[in-house]
């Protein structure tokens, strides 16, 4: 398995388009706190998610931040990004291990207990859990599993997989970092509230610094 470093996974959703081409915004990210960047595009074709998927790879290739590509397989292979993030109904883990070689990265989401015994076994690099709160990135339809069940859905993977790091997704914001972290995560998964800000070179610093605060005072 691969070691992630998954404090601030910086998520370029296609819908941030409207701000900036996709690979400038995981630019900006990775140079200034990111340490994993996911790409996410629940609309475009498949030719599309390539061509986008290997601008934002070069425009990483020298910062060492890894990109992992949402859902699909195909288009991790196809732009030489470093890895997947799948949920429950994309392919599982196992395939997609066969598929991407050893040294690819998988992150896996958990919505649920059950999420959490399938990741529990798979053969996974990370895991987030969400999402935690409300969001305005993502069409949702469960419910929000809140701190509480952050914090029992946490233990449960800590116990079952130690060395596995998990983050956090959907709605956080600074000020949810410190509870969210005190709650077992260890980093967090951020949309808006990075790449819709003011600035956001300086948004990614405020955030890894909060994070990075967050984990020493868990210690």
Request: overall charge negative.
């Amino acid at each position: 398995m691969m070691t992630v470093d998954y404090r601030l996974n910086a998520l370029v959703d296609a819908s941030l388009a409207d701000i900036a081409p996709l690979a400038e915004l995981a630019a900006v990210a990775a140079r200034h706190g990111a340490t994993i960047i996911q790409y996410r595009d629940k609309a475009a074709s498949t030719r599309q998610m390539i061509e986008q998927a290997t601008l934002i790879a070069e425009a990483l290739r020298g910062t060492g931040v890894p990109l992992v590509v949402n859902d699909r397989v195909d288009v991790a292979l196809a732009s030489g990004a470093d890895g997947v993030h799948l949920g429950a109904d994309d392919m599982d883990a196992e395939m997609a291990r066969r598929l991407l070689g050893p040294s690819a990265i998988i992150g896996l989401t958990v919505k649920n207990q059950t999420d959490a015994m399938r990741v529990a076994q798979a053969p996974a690099d990370y895991a987030c859990i969400g999402g935690v709160f409300e969001t305005i990135s993502k069409v949702n339809p469960d419910t929000p599993v809140g701190i509480d069940g952050l914090r029992q859905l946490r233990a449960f993977l800590r116990q079952a997989r130690p060395d596995m790091p998990v983050g956090a997704i959907a709605g956080i914001r600074l000020d949810r970092i410190e509870p969210v972290i005190a709650a077992g995560a260890d980093g967090v998964a951020v949309i808006s509230a990075l790449f819709r800000s003011v600035n956001i070179a300086a948004a990614a610093t405020e955030f890894r610094r909060h994070i990075d605060a967050a984990l020493e005072l868990r210690i």
